[in-house]
């Protein structure tokens, strides 16, 4: 009979000392990332942020676009430019043909930083 007891009472007691923590909504938790992300400076048109080797600086205004990244190694500034009318490179200020072979992975490299760079603003 105690035995019965106990077998009766103990999931009782696991009801009664579990505290429900409040829900939270997706969207709070979507606004709060945001929020420690950056906020507001995702709607800055000179946002800019360094990433490993690299300063990105994006530009964007009226539908126009360009996703920078900018190395300096040694005495050699590349910039690298995705946009609108596709990729450029420049090294020392003069520019570089970039063949389609890397145009690509390059083009793609660039633009991975900035999506996710810019993920929970699109949240």
Known sequence: ??????VA????????SCETSPKVSADTIV?????????????????????RNGT???YRKEGLFILGCHTLKE????EDKVGNEGLSRL????PIEVPD??????RQS??????VAYLPYGL
Do not use: H, K
């Open 1 to 6: 009979m105690l035995m019965s007891l106990v």
């Open 9 to 16: 009472i103990l999931p009782l007691t696991f009801l009664v």
């Open 31 to 51: 606004s709060r990332v945001i929020e420690r992300s950056g906020g507001n400076e995702f709607d800055s048109e000179e946002m800019c942020f360094d990433f």
């Open 56 to 58: 990105y600086l994006p």
């Open 75 to 78: 005495d050699t500034l590349t």
């Open 91 to 94: 090294i020392n200020d003069t």
């Open 101 to 106: 072979s890397l145009a690509n992975r390059w």
């Open 110 to 115: 660039v633009n991975s930083v900035y999506y």
